[in-house]
């Protein structure tokens, strides 16, 4: 459990110090509610409470995507939603863990799962980067079957990872 701990507060502090990297170009007063909103997500899971995880998430996505709406910094604020999502993650994982005794011998599972999550992260980051990254020019019926056939791969992949 310590391990999930130590690695939650290192993702959220990359994502709310990312996201404030970004967002202080243009809009300063933009990474205040990202700092606080990130404070109280790291004083409750301190204190083994889970109630602000998806409030959390949910405003420093919001400030995210407002980052990008504003045009800062893409390579900033994708990392900074990759980390969000994996700071949720761990969230979430840490309070399954809650149900189990901590003598049960859960650090293989612990392992597993960062492992995955890391995996799953560095591959989301950088297969996000590239549509930021090409710049080209697509019709409604392309896009949409380029969404549909993402969707469904990642559907196939979370199942696939679930099953194992």
């Known amino acids: 459990m310590r391990q999930i701990g130590t690695v939650f507060f290192l993702s959220l502090a990359a994502a709310v110090v990312t996201q404030a990297l970004a967002l202080t170009a243009q809009a300063p007063w933009m990474t205040l509610p990202g700092l606080f909103v990130g404070l109280i997500w790291a004083l409750d899971f301190w204190r083994g409470k889970h109630w602000s995880g ?23 604020l994708l990392a900074s939603a990759v980390l969000s999502l994996v700071t949720w993650d761990l969230d979430a ?10 003598d049960q011998g859960m650090t293989p599972v612990i392992r597993t799962h960062l492992s995955r999550l890391s995996g799953i992260a560095i591959a989301g980051y950088f297969l996000s980067l590239l549509p930021l990254l090409v710049k080209t020019r697509l019709n409604l019926p392309v896009a949409l079957i380029l969404g549909l056939i993402l969707i469904l791969t990642l559907s196939q992949a979370i ?6």
């Open 54 to 76: 998806t409030f959390s998430f949910v405003v420093l996505m919001i400030l995210t995507f407002s980052g990008f709406w504003m045009r800062l910094s893409s390579l900033l």
């Open 93 to 102: 994982f840490a309070q399954k863990l809650k149900a189990y005794d901590p």
């Open 159 to 164: 199942h696939f990872l679930r099953d194992r």
